[in-house]
Each structure stands twice: as structure tokens, then as C-alpha cells.
């Protein structure tokens, strides 16, 4: 019997195999960035920045990843993922030796300028890539695994890079250590460019009724046949994800919510040299100073990567709906005493703080990627960091300086408030479009299913009134939540 000419293309899944491992090398090796512990200090002592200055040269790096993300992630659909993620990791050598090397403000600030740059071309294409090659391989529902691996080892690789920077920093001094981070970057680009790019068109793609695209937001015919022609700009693909995003009420609500959620967990991690060396010590007093520095830097990261590992055991045992709204009370709990008190011995209260945006990124990219096509999964993506960066520009000019001309605990206060008010609110609002999405997909799904024949009904029927045909047309057929 002939093939219809509709029909998918097969892939062969051994091929794809060793994307997985190759993922995790690069995430590995991008994570090692030994300036990470003394970057802040660096700014502040070297560079003479005030801790508002240094929220002024953040907000411009997040400004940039604004006007760059999406733009970025419709190349990443368009000319490859692959591409892409060794285009940013180039790009990020580059910004680390402009980083270390500039005498100047404005040089300076180009240098966060390439690394916003970089940053956008990474976020969206990697987990993009990952999904598709695990749609290649069949095994989708291993994403939140994946992801939550490939991202703790990233997080894993910044603890021992944070646990060395301290020192190194103090035996070869801060231009060094950043200069060795850029060529840890040339690593990452050949460990991407190693990669086999996955299919990117949904038309490659059997459907998957149940956990798949609505129907609303599928490409048309039409639509596949102009991407698959090459003759879709990336204009046309940057105004399709936002349509995506506006037409699909869960994921029009779910993106600010976690970009919320991304901003105000972060900001006590990112705070934590500033935080330290109020408290008088220094990386650079001298070695054992050095240890000392990454040692009480190292809590953050263990925290980020404890929440990565742990993000698939959580939305296994609680599901997205539970998940997102644990995540969301945990951290705000943990603000408390970081909002009432000062003291070094807080630093415990933000290593758990750190837990929740770790957990909350896989599970909200394995969210979205099951709600939207191949065709525009990185560009999706990227508009979640979009508004992720949106929310961090705003967090670095408004909470630093209120951490710098009043106190650490008035910042932390105004980002308990902040979850308290808008966090819970978007919440709700996905909450309620999340409930109503899934009662309809069960709806239709239910409709899909061909009803088994009468004579069979006795012997094939389940306790819920189905045939065992249902389970043969779509034998991956999980609880919803």
C-alpha cells in the first residue's frame, strides 16, 4: 500500500540519540564560568560601579535581550538551533574578553551589549532542540527529565566554577579568571555545532491529539508548504509566535506569570556579593578570603541546581496546576526573613529562594512546548524570555537601588509585596484559562476516539465505558492535570 503523499517523513531516531548527551556537554561547559562568584564585585571594586550603577548596566543587558530575544529565536527556527546555540556561546567568549578588557564605560557596557546578544541567541534554541529531538525519539514525556538534567548540570557546572572562582580570583586577579570563562565558551560552541538538528516543522511531525497543538494554532496546509518552500520571512515568524501566544489564553498567561515568578526568585541570588561584602569581607584580602567568598556563594547555586534536578520529580508528583502554585507560595515564604532581617546568616533563606525559579523554568517550557508546533517552538520560547527580561529590567532598577539608598531587607520586602499582589493574580488567571483548556482537550479527545463495534463492546470494554481501540490509536494517553 502507497504512502500518502501527506504523510510525515520518518526519521531515523538512532541518529538522534547522542543529542541528549551532547546537550548535556554543552550546558555543562557553559555553565563553568569561573568569574561568576567576583562579576558584581569586579564592577564595584575594579570599575568603581555603585550597586545602583551595576542595576543601570543590568537593566540595559536585559533592555538589549528585549529588542534581541525574539528576533533570535525566529532565527533559531529558521536557520537551525544548532546554529544558533554556537552562534551565542562565540558571541559570549567575545563579550567575557571585552568584559575583562575595557578601560572605558561605554566599552563596558558593549560588552553586556554582545552578552545580551549571546544570551538570546541560547534561550529557546536549546530547549526547543531537546524537545524535537525527543518527539524524533518518542519520548516527549522524558522532557521535564531532560530538561530539569540538562539544566541542573548547567547549574551544577557554575558550583564548581563558583567554588574555584573565589580563589583563582584572588591568585591570577579578576581579568584572568573572566579571560579563562571565554575560552570555557569555545567549548560550548563545538559541543553545539557536534549536535544533529531535529526536524523544526510540525509537518514533520505525526499528531498527538491529546498532548499535542490545539487545532486552533496548527499551521495550516498552506501555511507548511510556505515554510517548508523557505519562503517565510522572519518577520512573518516572529508575528506568528505572538499570535501563538495571544490566541492561546493558558499560554498568554502562564508567560507573565513565570516571568514574574523567573524575576522576583532570582533577585535575592543575584543581590548575594553585594550582600556578602556589606558584611566586610573581600575575595581579594587574601587566599583564605578567597575561599571563604566561594564558599558562601556556593548556597545560591546549590539551591538553583537542587530545584533543575528536582523540577521532574515535582510535576510527576504534583502536576503543572499543583506544581506552579507550590512553587509560587514556597518562594514567597522564603522572602520573609530575608524581609524582616540582615544578617550573613541569611544566605541560607536565599539559597532556598533559588530553588523555586530553577524548578519553575523546565516545567514551564515543558508546558509550552506541548501547546505549540515545531514550526515556532524557539520563537515561543523566546518571547518567554522576552518578558522574562521585561520584568528582570524592571527588577534591577527599581529593587537595587532600593537595596543601595535604604537597606537590603525595604528590596526584599518590595519583591514579597510584588508576589503577593501581581504573582498571585496572574496565577489565578492562568489557573482558571488552564482548567477550561484541558476540559476542552478532553472533550475533543474523547470525540476522536472511535467508538468500539457492538458485537466487541462485552469482551474490549474498559471500566470507563471505552474499547481497547482507544488505546491502540493513541497508546501514550496520559492523566491530564
Known sequence: MSVPATAPPRYDPARFQRNIRL???????????????????????ARGL????????????????IVAEVPTGAIADRFGRRISLALGAILFAISNVIFALAGHFSIL?????????????????????????????????????????????????MVAATAIGGPLAYLVGYTAAILMSAGVFLISAAAALMLREPPRRESDFLPDPLHGTPSEIRNTAADIAQHDSGGVPIFHEMIEGFRIVWRNRPIRFLIPFVAI??????????????????????????????????????PGYVGTMLGMFGAARLVGKLGERRSFATILLFG?????????????????????????????????NGYLNRRITSD??????????????????????????????????????????????????????????????????????????????????????????????????????????
Not at 556537554?25 to 569586579?42: K, R
Not at 522572602?335 to 536565599?350: D, E, F, S
Open 376 to 481: 515556532q517552538r524557539a520563537t515561543v520560547l523566546s518571547i518567554l524570555s522576552l518578558v522574562h527580561g521585561v520584568a528582570m529590567s524592571v527588577v534591577m532598577i527599581v529593587f537595587l537601588p532600593a537595596a543601595d539608598m535604604i537597606s537590603f531587607p525595604a528590596s526584599f520586602g518590595l519583591a514579597l509585596l510584588t508576589v503577593a499582589t501581581l504573582g498571585v493574580g496572574l496565577w489565578l488567571l492562568w489557573h482558571r484559562a488552564h482548567r477550561h483548556d484541558q476540559t476542552d482537550r478532553i472533550r475533543r479527545w474523547s470525540i476522536s476516539v472511535p467508538k468500539p463495534q457492538a458485537p466487541r463492546a462485552q469482551a474490549g470494554t474498559t471500566p470507563n465505558g471505552h474499547g481497547g481501540s482507544g488505546a491502540a490509536v493513541y497508546p501514550n494517553v496520559q492523566n491530564l492535570d
Open 23 to 45: 546537550y548535556y556537554l554543552f550546558m555543562g561547559a557553559t555553565g563553568f564560568m569561573l568569574f561568576l562568584p567576583v562579576w558584581i564585585i569586579y564592577l564595584m571594586d
Open 109 to 157: 557596557l558593549g560588552s553586556y551589549l554582545v552578552m545580551g546578544i549571546a544570551m538570546t541567541l541560547y534561550s529557546g534554541a536549546g530547549d526547543a532542540l531537546l524537545f524535537d529531538t525527543l518527539r524524533v525519539l518518542r519520548r516527549t514525556r522524558e522532557y521535564e527529565h531532560h530538561a530539569g538534567r540538562s539544566h541542573g548540570l548547567f547549574f551544577a557546572a
Open 261 to 298: 515568578i523567573l524575576a522576583l526568585y532570582q533577585m535575592p541570588g543575584f543581590m548575594s556579593q553585594p550582600y556578602v561584602a556589606q558584611h566586610g569581607l573581600d575575595p581579594l584580602a587574601g587566599a583564605v578570603d578567597g575561599f571563604i567568598w566561594s564558599a558562601l556563594m556556593l
Open 332 to 364: 514567597g515564604v522564603c522572602l520573609i526573613p530575608l524581609a524582616i532581617w540582615n544578617h550573613l546568616g541569611l544566605l541560607g533563606a536565599i539559597f532556598l529562594v533559588s530553588i523555586a525559579p530553577a524548578a519553575v523554568r523546565p516545567i514551564a
Open 50 to 65: 555603585s550597586l545602583t550603577e551595576v542595576g543601570v548596566f543590568e537593566s540595559f543587558f536585559w533592555l538589549t535581550i
